[in-house]
Nanobody, 125 residues
Framework: QVQLVESGGGLAQAGGSLSVACAASGLSLSSYAINWFRQAPGKDREYVAAISWGGTRIDYADSVKGRFTISRDTTKNMVYLQMTSLNAEDTATYYC??????????????????WGKGALVTVSS
C-alpha cells in the first residue's frame, strides 16, 4: 500500500524560511518522480516543484524558482521542500504526489498516481 505523508510546515513571517517533508512508503523513489503542489484557500491546486526518479532532473514553477529547493534522501525514502524568502502568496496547503514519469514544466495534477494529505504553510505579512 502506497502512502505519502507530509510533515513540517507551520507558521513563518514574511521573508522567513520553512521546510516540508514527504515520507514515502510502499514505493521506491528510484521508480517514481516526486512532485510538490500547493493549494491556497479558494484557489486551484498549483504545481510547485518536481524531482525525477533518478534525482538528476529537477524543475520549479516560476513563482518559486530561486527561493525553494527540492531534494531527496533515498536511504530514508524522503523528499524535502525547503522554502526561503517566503511571502504571503506562499500560504497554502502543500501536497506531495508521486508520478511514474517526470513531467518537469508540464507537470499537471492529473498525471499524479498517488497523493499525500497535505501540510499547511502559513506566512504572515
Amino acid at each position: 500500500q502506497v502512502q505519502l505523508v507530509e510533515s513540517g510546515g507551520g507558521l513563518a513571517q514574511a521573508g522567513g524560511s520553512l521546510s516540508v517533508a514527504c515520507a514515502a512508503s510502499g514505493l521506491s523513489l528510484s521508480s517514481y518522480a516526486i512532485n510538490w503542489f500547493r493549494q491556497a484557500p479558494g484557489k486551484d491546486r498549483e504545481y510547485v516543484a518536481a524531482i525525477s526518479w533518478g534525482g538528476t532532473r529537477i524543475d520549479y514553477a516560476d513563482s518559486v524558482k530561486g527561493r525553494f529547493t527540492i531534494s531527496r534522501d533515498t536511504t530514508k525514502n524522503m523528499v524535502y521542500l525547503q522554502m526561503t524568502s517566503l511571502n504571503a502568496e506562499d500560504t497554502a496547503t502543500y501536497y506531495c504526489a508521486a508520478s511514474r514519469l517526470f513531467y518537469g514544466g508540464a507537470t499537471s495534477s492529473r498525471d499524479m498516481d498517488y497523493w499525500g494529505k497535505g501540510a499547511l504553510v502559513t506566512v504572515s505579512s
